[in-house]
């Protein structure tokens, strides 16, 4: 239980900051060294041997001044921290062991370097083990960078840590408070919460962190508060009767056929398994067959030689001559009238008429004789014909 004897503490007011964290120096250290070594490794991928071994020297700069050694083992692919009889921070080790870890996990070493500050502390979320579709993991994790990495951004600016997404976890650095926020924002993520909820709840939080007033009140009243959408699973046909026209009927309708009564009707049943076979490749023989002739008929479309536009040419200059004949008729007969006064006129159109006449009567004769030609062989055919049939009668 909490003691309930108050008294007075003059070295605290209100302008001491108790969350803060102050810097431990060697002055601090009064036990001297550390009576045992501590050491920490890890693995690392193949694929960061290069970078690696070129931004080893800096990694090793940084940790001289906590008193701490590093070793890098090519190969066996292993990086290793240990303490020496200069380390005077117990928590360095410690920091020296999440460096290492953020190095494997493709953080750049400039930004890995800080987490030896006492303000930052490191943190990687596992997230592969929270979906299991990798289909679903992809979209998911792609949904914590966002288009072009802008969700990611906003989450860095909102919470002040340093966010990197690779492979199946998320390396993050920062204070407690913003690891803390980065964490349940992935967290969600992979259980298909999309982050642009907690975005916008973390910006009107910043917000309304910036008033004094509101700074002991409740903010859920500010708060967006976002509903779970249920759909209804139930499946819903696409085609929904009027049962409304139906008579109703007490007796539940006729049971379905199943395949083998359907076999049994047909006779399929009972046939061998040869013969199965045999009608099965028939039918299989017929679809392709029918296909065939659809795919030749498709072919052959591509051969039908298309209308050529000499013919709407040909066709507008017949009727060009047709209507320049009768304007030119139409000229004439004008003419004709115009003549038509005078008595040579009158002379000149009698004569035609004459002529015409005289056509006509001779085109009639030779009509009339060649169709008196053919009633002639026709009568001699008839004739030939009924004498055939009488001589079969007499044999």
Not at 45 to 61: D, F, G, I, S
Not at 123 to 144: S, T
Request: glycine share 6%; aromatic share 6%.
């Amino acid at each position: 239980m909490p003691s309930t004897y108050k008294k007075d503490k003059p070295w605290d007011t209100d302008d001491v900051d108790k969350w803060a964290t102050e810097k431990f120096t060697p002055a601090d250290n009064v036990g001297g060294t550390f009576s045992e070594e501590s050491y920490f490794a890890t693995l690392f991928p193949k694929y960061r041997e290069v970078y690696l071994r070129e931004a080893w020297p800096l990694v090793t700069k940084a940790l001289e001044k906590h008193g701490i050694a590093c070793t890098l083992d090519l190969v066996e692919g292993c990086m290793t921290v240990k303490t020496t009889r200069k380390t005077y921070d117990p928590v360095a080790i410690l920091n020296a062991r999440d460096l290492i870890k953020l190095l494997a996990r493709s953080v750049p070493a400039p930004q890995a370097i800080k987490i030896l500050q006492d303000d930052v502390v490191a943190d990687i979320i596992k997230i592969r083990n929270l979906v299991r579709n990798k289909e679903r993991f992809v979209k998911r994790r792609q949904r914590i960078l966002g288009p072009n990495g802008t969700t990611l951004k906003a989450l860095e600016l909102l919470t002040g840590c340093y966010i990197l997404v690779q492979g199946n976890t998320v390396s993050t650095m920062g204070s407690y408070k913003g690891l803390k926020e980065v964490r349940r924002v992935i967290e969600d993520c992979m259980m298909n919460i999309h982050p642009i909820y907690h975005i916008k709840e973390l910006m009107i939080k910043r917000e309304l962190a910036k008033d004094p007033e509101l700074a002991n009140e409740n903010w859920d009243r500010f708060l967006p508060h976002f509903k779970k959408r249920s759909l209804n699973k139930r499946r819903k046909p696409f085609r929904v009767t009027d049962k409304s026209k139906k008579v109703y009927t007490p007796f539940p309708p006729a049971q379905e056929k199943s395949k083998i009564d359907l076999q049994i009707e047909s006779g399929e049943y009972f046939l061998a398994r040869h013969a199965k076979e045999r009608m099965a490749r028939e039918k299989r023989e017929e679809v392709q067959r029918e296909k065939k002739l659809v795919r030749e008929k498709e072919r052959e479309r591509e051969f039908v030689p298309p209308k050529e536009r000499g013919d709407g040419k040909k066709k507008k200059e017949k009727k060009e001559k047709k209507r320049k004949s009768r304007d030119m008729e139409v000229d004439g007969d004008e003419m004709d009238d115009g003549q038509a006064n005078s008595g040579e006129g009158q002379k000149e159109r009698k004569k035609k008429r004459k002529a015409k006449d005289e056509e006509g009567g001779e085109v009639n004769g030779r009509g009339s004789h060649h169709h008196g030609e053919d009633e002639k062989q026709d009568g001699e055919r008839d004739h030939k014909k009924k004498k055939r049939r009488r001589d079969k009668d007499n044999r």
